[in-house]
Nanobody
Framework: QVQLVESGGGLVQAGGSLRLSCAASGSIFSLNTMGWYRQAPGKQRELVATMTRGGSTSYADSVNGRFTISRDNAKNTVYLQMNSLKPQDTAVYYC????????????????WGHGTQVTVSS
């Protein structure tokens, strides 16, 4: 299978910045769309940003212009640069990746990381 390990979360004041990283490892044949989602207490998990292998991006309206997703395909890693953070950005941030395994049928699979906490104080 594929493992996703997030890092970079923490506590920051409103207006500050954080950079999240998510590294994928395992028996990967191809790593396709990678993205970030978040879940605040009492709320459903929501999409933050995604990026295809070719570089196409999409963002939630609430973060557009403040967050930037990028990836290093050679390192199987996706990043989320978060600027101008707001208290409402407080959530657990999860990495997601769509991939095909090196062994077995070439079907599209998906995996989640365990999440990293981001807390923005006012």
């Amino acid at each position: 299978q594929v493992q996703l390990v997030e890092s970079g979360g923490g506590l920051v004041q409103a207006g500050g910045s954080l950079r999240l990283s998510c590294a994928a490892s395992g028996s990967i044949f191809s790593l396709n769309t990678m993205g970030w989602y978040r879940q605040a207490p009492g709320k459903q998990r929501e999409l933050v940003a995604t990026m295809t292998r070719g570089g196409s991006t999409s963002y939630a309206d609430s973060v557009n212009g403040r967050f930037t997703i990028s990836r290093d395909n050679a390192k199987n890693t996706v990043y989320l640069q978060m600027n101008s953070l707001k208290p409402q950005d407080t959530a657990v941030y999860y990495c997601n990746a769509e991939f095909q395994l090196r062994i077995g049928p070439k079907i599209d699979l998906s995996s989640w990381g365990h999440g990293t906490q981001v807390t923005v104080s006012s």
